[in-house]
């Protein structure tokens, strides 16, 4: 997802939840679909590296203070401090560049639809990984359908002529495999520990790793920014990225995988929305039927809709 955090390996538990849990989780697709314009807003004043390094610093700092206000317990010992940094990389550091390199080539809708495979490649390398997360057939065809929606939206000749546009839509579908690869990690080796502490963590060791290649690439971060690029920044790390983490375990607990997975679904139309309203952006039918069938794969995936079941005698 576009804030870093995965959903659980498994997106099958639906539970029924109440009309606040519903507000949060539509709070939280709005949330979410705002920051691709807030990406591509920043981008015009601040290169890539240097805008991820804002957006994990600032949203890293504000959840320590959290942690400080709560009084939660911080881990000291070497295993999950290197678990929290791969964490970083592979949730934070990677994707993040990822996407908002793509952004500078790709509309910023676009974008968040490629965004919203993440599921997809989730269910596939936990199959590879957990025994209790094998391909059912509802899986298989959910991810099919899903995978056939991306191939829509970007068209088939993305994977045949490497131009600035295709490359910038396979940066961005990396970027979703980083997010798969990150959740199977955090499930491995972050158990037990909690959210506000891993998140803050990963975003420290995302911050710790991204600031030398940051200043060696692009050199040391100017402060001199306009008002728009600053309140960009400020909404993809304090709003998107560290209020985003707290509300996302509050609709968790709530509503549980499965329905948490609709915000997947609410990201892009918001995405879409926004970057017509204020960056005179326009998708092609392609991208929109695309999306469409990207719905449907991610709606089967966690259960919304079955195809030709038949109840058990």
């Given at each position: 997802?576009?804030?870093?955090?995965?959903?659980?390996?498994?997106?099958?538990?639906?539970?029924?939840?109440?009309?606040?849990?519903?507000?949060?989780?539509?709070?939280?697709?709005?949330?979410?679909?705002?920051?691709?314009?807030?990406?591509?807003?920043?981008?015009?004043?601040?290169?890539?590296?240097?805008?991820?390094?804002?957006?994990?610093?600032?949203?890293?700092?504000?959840?320590?203070?959290?942690?400080?206000?709560?009084?939660?317990?911080?881990?000291?010992?070497?295993?999950?401090?290197g678990a929290l940094l791969t964490m970083g990389f592979l949730n934070n550091a990677?994707?993040?560049?990822?996407?908002?390199?793509?952004?500078?080539?790709?509309?910023?809708?676009?974008?968040?639809?490629?965004?919203?495979?993440?599921?997809?490649?989730?269910?596939?390398?936990?199959?590879?990984?957990?025994?209790?997360?094998?391909?059912?057939?509802?899986?298989?065809?959910?991810?099919?359908?899903?995978?056939?929606?991306?191939?829509?939206?970007?068209?088939?000749?993305?994977?045949?002529?490497?131009?600035?546009?295709?490359?910038?839509?396979?940066?961005?579908?990396?970027?979703?495999?980083?997010?798969?690869?990150?959740?199977?990690?955090?499930?491995l080796t972050l158990t037990g520990l909690s959210p506000e502490v891993a998140a803050?963590?990963?975003l420290t060791g995302a911050t710790l790793l991204l600031a030398p290649v940051a200043?060696?690439?692009?050199?040391?971060?100017?402060?001199?920014?306009?008002?728009?690029?600053?309140?960009?920044?400020?909404?993809?790390?304090?709003?998107?990225?560290?209020?985003?983490?707290?509300?996302?375990?509050?609709?968790?607990?709530?509503?549980?995988?499965?329905?948490?997975?609709?915000?997947?679904?609410?990201?892009?139309?918001?995405?879409?929305?926004?970057?017509?309203?204020?960056?005179?952006?326009?998708?092609?039918?392609?991208?929109?039927?695309?999306?469409?069938?990207?719905?449907?794969?991610?709606?089967?995936?966690?259960?919304?809709?079955?195809?030709?079941?038949?109840?058990?005698?």
């Amino acid at each position: 997802l576009s804030g870093g955090m995965t959903h659980p390996s498994t997106p099958t538990d639906q539970i029924s939840f109440s009309s606040r849990a519903w507000a949060d989780l539509g709070l939280l697709g709005l949330i979410w679909g705002g920051v691709f314009l807030a990406t591509r807003l920043a981008l015009d004043e601040v290169p890539v590296l240097t805008l991820v390094l804002h957006r994990v610093f600032w949203a890293a700092l504000a959840l320590w203070i959290w942690v400080a206000i709560k009084g939660l317990s911080v881990p000291r010992d070497l295993r999950t401090l290197g678990a929290l940094l791969t964490m970083g990389f592979l949730n934070n550091a990677l994707p993040f560049a990822l996407l908002a390199w793509g952004q500078l080539t790709i509309e910023s809708g676009l974008t968040a639809i490629l965004n919203a495979t993440t599921a997809l490649f989730g269910v596939l390398v936990a199959a590879v990984v957990f025994r209790d997360e094998r391909l059912t057939r509802a899986k298989v065809l959910g991810v099919l359908v899903g995978l056939a929606g991306v191939v829509v939206a970007i068209g088939p000749a993305a994977v045949l002529q490497l131009d600035p546009r295709s490359l910038a839509q396979l940066a961005v579908l990396a970027g979703t495999v980083s997010y798969a690869l990150a959740s199977t990690w955090g499930r491995l080796t972050l158990t037990g520990l909690s959210p506000e502490v891993a998140a803050a963590g990963m975003l420290t060791g995302a911050t710790l790793l991204l600031a030398p290649v940051a200043l060696w690439v692009d050199g040391v971060p100017s402060l001199d920014l306009s008002l728009t690029t600053w309140s960009a920044i400020g909404y993809a790390a304090l709003v998107a990225t560290a209020g985003a983490y707290l509300l996302y375990y509050r609709v968790l607990a709530a509503a549980g995988a499965g329905n948490l997975m609709i915000v997947t679904l609410v990201i892009p139309p918001v995405a879409i929305v926004l970057g017509a309203l204020v960056l005179g952006e326009t998708l092609t039918a392609e991208s929109l039927v695309g999306f469409a069938l990207l719905a449907v794969g991610l709606l089967t995936l966690n259960g919304t809709l079955s195809w030709g079941r038949r109840s058990a005698r």
